[in-house]
């Protein structure tokens, strides 16, 4: 989603420190969960304005998913409706104060595209990034085809490795059909070739590898690489951890995730499917670049790439 709202801000149509009750007034008179010293819960309106900025730097104070998607096991819901219910529901804390990783606040990004372009947010997707970049494996709905590209789940346990079938009962997401809606938090199936693609025109500042250009040079280094949260709560872009130091990263669902840094050109992508990959102690997570030269040394070939289906968020 930041890349869209990245394409936006270089387009002048929006800014990233415009309120976001502007292109979503239901999102204006927000109140702040808490409790009197009776535990009672108190409802108190928000002093500072939510802005762009917060939905996607994840400082807005919103849950990681709004209440439907907890009580029925994250189903699939369009952004627009994430947006509605959001607003429905009290904020965790003051906007900006504060950071929570929220799903939430990245489907509200998406909705503002939504309304911006006039487009839904997977059109606008496809037409500005997929397309021109050539991501032919990328979607929000796979064929049943594609689905049969799908690996399996694996859950690691001491002294045994339990296998079992892509999405168990205990994650019981939809595959694809009528009820799937694009979802900007999570619910992109890619393959690996597709998301190297996508990292590699972020390596080369918004150029992809096809010669087209997806954003402007200095808008990837100072809106996509560039923390827009304060200093003391982390360094965070649009959806994207980044270092300061050219380093811009994000992980999927079981493990999958990407590092890129435009400074010195490295470019690195670990597809693990595994659950509870428990990111803190893995080499991988820890220090990319030593994982990188030990484990992958050698160079995976196109078709291995094409043939990895991975779920990304």
């Known amino acids: 989603c930041g890349v869209t709202i990245a394409i936006l801000v270089e387009e002048g149509k929006i ?14 008179e927000l109140k702040i969960a808490g409790k009197d010293k009776d535990g009672k819960q108190t409802l108190t309106p928000a002093k500072n304005v939510l ?35 959001a607003a429905a529901n009290p ?16 489907d509200i990004g998406a909705a ?22 050539d991501m032919k494996s990328s979607t929000f709905n796979p064929t049943d085809e594609q689905l049969k590209n799908i690996i399996l789940l694996y859950n690691v346990k001491p002294g045994r490795k ?9 994650m019981p997401l939809p595959h694809n059909g009528p009820n799937v809606y694009p979802s900007a938090g999570a619910g992109l199936w890619t393959t690996a070739a597709d998301q190297y693609k996508f990292y590699k025109m972020l390596m080369n500042l918004g150029k ?31 959806g994207l951890a ?20 435009w400074q010195k050109k490295q470019l690195v992508i670990w597809v693990v499917q595994q659950v509870g ?12 670049k030593k994982a990188a030269a030990k484990y992958f040394s050698e160079k995976s070939t196109k078709s291995s790439a094409d043939a990895y289906t991975g779920r990304m968020k």
């Not at 339990?162 to 205990?170: E, L, M, R, T, V």
């Open 15 to 28: 800014s990233l420190d415009d309120p976001v009750s502007k292109y979503l007034p239901e999102l204006k």
């Open 208 to 238: 992809g590898d096809n010669g087209v250009r997806i954003l402007k040079e200095e808008t990837v280094k100072n809106v996509l690489a560039t923390s827009s949260r304060p200093a003391k709560l982390g360094q965070y872009s649009l």
């Open 91 to 106: 904020l965790l804390f003051e906007p900006g104060t504060r950071m929570n990783y929220s799903n939430t606040g990245i």
């Open 277 to 288: 990959t428990g990111r803190g102690k893995c080499p991988w997570f820890i220090d990319w």
């Open 242 to 261: 980044v270092n300061g130091k050219g380093e811009m990263a994000h992980g999927g669902a079981w493990g999958t995730s990407a590092r890129v840094n």
């Open 162 to 170: 339990a296998k079992f079938q892509a999405f168990s009962p205990a």
């Open 112 to 133: 503002i595209v939504e309304v911006v372009s006039g487009k839904s947010w997977d059109l606008f997707l496809k037409e500005r990034v997929f397309d021109p970049l």
């Open 51 to 85: 802005t762009i900025r917060m939905v996607m730097n994840h400082t807005g104070g919103f849950p990681f998913e709004v209440p439907t998607k907890r009580k029925k096991g994250w189903p699939s819901m369009p952004p627009r409706a994430v947006a509605r219910e």
